[in-house]
């Protein structure tokens, strides 16, 4: 940026010779000239860089003291308006391109979404694009007090939502509205209840009054031990249950699996298209036409114009690739696996042991169903309510 | 010791500081960066030695491949190898 910014005026690598170096310094810093990179080649040689305008005023100075000047290299200036002059085209499409930069620089072209966890960043998008926030928006045009009530009023899974937008970029910033916390029941739950219904078999009640005996069949939800308790001075008092019910329970879980799966492998090879879009227009560059792609899974890369956190333009240039995918793979369900999936599931679902279990298997309608049928002795007393 | 002017003890009283009142000011970076603000003229330019005019004293800078970065009216950035600066009443 420095040498960008020392090439438009031009610059100038000068040599003098003369005696006392020092004496034309000391003319040139009374004159005002700046100078830089000066370097003493020996006493009577020195060596500098300074802005072509003022070479007129360092010749004249070196006239007066003696000095020989001899100009070692000219860069920008002079040199770079006479080689515009002579290519106008050039020219002409360096200010188009300017003149394309500033009017792209009044439209949105990149929307940048952060905070998104709940929400999809998708569903955000649609609802900005509805609120008039999307690639190729005129820019003055956006309200962001305005796109905020919108699109808050559309999503109340938001809480606050911020629009910023700078050049060609709107941010956007949300933060996601945060569920209430589940409110505990006032009611203390002190009862113990069956988790799952079966047969009591033993009743093991360390604190508070049993309900049922065993032999009892009881539902899922009814309550095995009561925390209500008989208080000296009279009247009821409630304190948690605690306890062990003891029951045989019955399960029947069927897993589902079809006869037979295709899976699809990639066959190798990849091809792909290059292609130009500006805005929500898109030209394909290369090769031609995508009827090579229809029968692919493509990955598209994207690839802005523009410089990060600068400027952005509505260019984009995107490589497709597709990945064949013509061979597959008939794949079988494998009952052991299922079988024993469904015995492991049971497992870690009881609070004890199976006693006994059963497997059926039949096929309809091109599914496969392995149904699991066990007897458990499990402990289902739960605190909670009914 | 000579005598303070008449500037630089109103200046003192009103606590200006120096380089307000055409104080010569010389900043280090490390041993290879000098900014000298404030000098009033180039008395001596070489690879090992550089001298300076200031207001009220003279400034000289001792090193090796030295070098003057930039310049202009009462500013001028200076870096080579830096040794010892010497200042002369």
């Not at chain 2, 380089?19 to 000298?36: C, D, F, P, Q, T």
Request: hydrophobic share 40%.
């Amino acid at each position: 940026m420095a040498e960008l910014w020392k090439r438009l005026p031009g610059t100038a690598e000068t040599e003098l010779r003369g005696p006392e170096p020092e004496t034309l310094l000391e003319r040139c810093r009374a004159a005002g000239l700046q100078l830089w990179d000066i370097l003493p080649q020996d006493r009577c040689t020195l060596r500098l860089s300074l802005w072509q305008r003022d070479l007129n005023a360092l010749e004249k100075i070196c006239a007066a003291q003696g000095f020989s000047l001899e100009v070692r290299s000219l860069r920008g200036g002079c040199r770079d308006r006479e080689m515009l002059r002579r290519r106008k085209g050039l020219l002409l499409g360096l200010l188009l391109a300017l003149l394309l930069l500033f009017a792209s620089s009044l439209f949105v072209w990149q929307i940048e979404v952060s905070g998104c966890e709940q929400v999809s960043a998708g569903l955000l998008l649609r609802t900005l694009a509805a609120c008039g926030v999307e690639p190729g928006a005129f820019r003055p045009a956006i309200d962001p007090e305005l796109v905020k009530s919108r699109a808050l009023s559309q999503l109340p899974e938001l809480e606050w939502l911020t629009v910023n937008i700078s050049g060609s970029r709107a941010r956007i910033l949300v933060r996601e509205r945060e569920e209430r916390p589940k409110l505990l029941s006032e009611r203390p739950q002190d009862d113990l209840r069956a988790a799952h219904s079966g047969i009591v078999r033993q009743i093991t009640a360390l604190s508070g009054r049993s309900l049922v005996e065993p032999g009892d069949a009881v539902l899922e939800g009814e309550a095995l031990i009561s925390g209500e308790r008989e208080s000296l001075s009279g009247g009821v008092r409630q304190e948690p249950a605690l306890g062990e019910v003891q029951a045989e329970t019955w399960y029947e879980i069927s897993s589902v699996c079809p006869l037979e799966t295709l899976r699809i492998r990639e066959k190798g090879g990849e091809n792909g298209s290059f292609s130009l879009q500006i805005g929500k227009k898109r030209w394909i560059l290369w090769p031609g036409s995508r009827k090579g792609l229809d029968e692919c899974d493509k990955i598209v890369h994207e690839y802005t114009l523009g410089m990060d956190g600068l400027f952005s333009t509505p260019l984009r240039l995107l490589w497709t690739s597709g990945h064949r995918r013509a061979q597959t793979e008939l794949l079988t369900p494998r009952e052991e696996e299922m079988k024993a999936a469904l015995l492991q599931g049971l497992e870690e679902r009881i609070d004890g042991e199976i006693l006994d279990h059963a497997f059926s298997v039949a096929s309809c309608d091109g599914l496969l169903v392995v149904t699991l049928r066990a007897r458990c002795l499990e402990n289902i007393a739960r605190a909670g309510e009914p | 010791m000579s005598k303070p002017s008449f500037a630089g003890t109103l200046g003192e009283r009103l606590q200006i500081p120096g380089e307000a009142l055409g104080e010569l000011k010389l900043s280090v970076l490390g041993n290879h960066r000098a900014l000298i603000e404030n000098h009033r003229g180039l008395l001596h330019c070489t690879e090992e030695l550089l001298a300076l005019r200031g207001q009220r004293m003279n400034l000289r800078i001792f090193g090796a491949s030295l070098r003057i970065e930039a310049m202009d009216g009462c500013d001028l950035l200076l870096s080579g190898r830096l040794e010892r600066a010497e200042w002369e009443e």
